[in-house]
């Protein structure tokens, strides 16, 4: 818990990842052995990011050609749907864990 409030000063910006605390613990322990240790974070960017990016790229194109009202509508529908039946709909495409769907 102790780490919590140091990870704004740690990271250089904000981001919602779960292996930012382990990350840094095992950092700070190498640490005292090593003067660099690489954790292989951002990796991910460099070498051409995820297809979800992509996906919702092409989804937003496609989005653009329905009219405003639409949307709105369409918005405000999903919005009432249960989570849990979302799932049962959309559940079967899960995110790619490699770069670019490779």
Partial sequence: MAVIPKLPKIYDEPFSDSS???????SE???RQVTVS???????????????????????????????FSRRGLA???????????????GWRRPCSTPMGL
Avoid: C, H, M
């Avoid at 930012?20 to 095992?26: A, D, M, S």
């Fill in 20 to 26: 930012q605390i382990p990350t840094f613990l095992v």
């Fill in 29 to 31: 322990l190498a640490r």
């Fill in 38 to 68: 690489l954790s292989g974070d951002a990796g991910d960017e460099l070498f051409g990011g995820y297809a979800r990016y992509l996906v919702g790229q092409n989804i937003w194109k496609k989005l653009n050609l329905v009219p405003g």
């Fill in 76 to 90: 405000r529908a999903v919005k009432n749907v249960p989570v849990s039946t979302l799932d049962a709909l959309f």
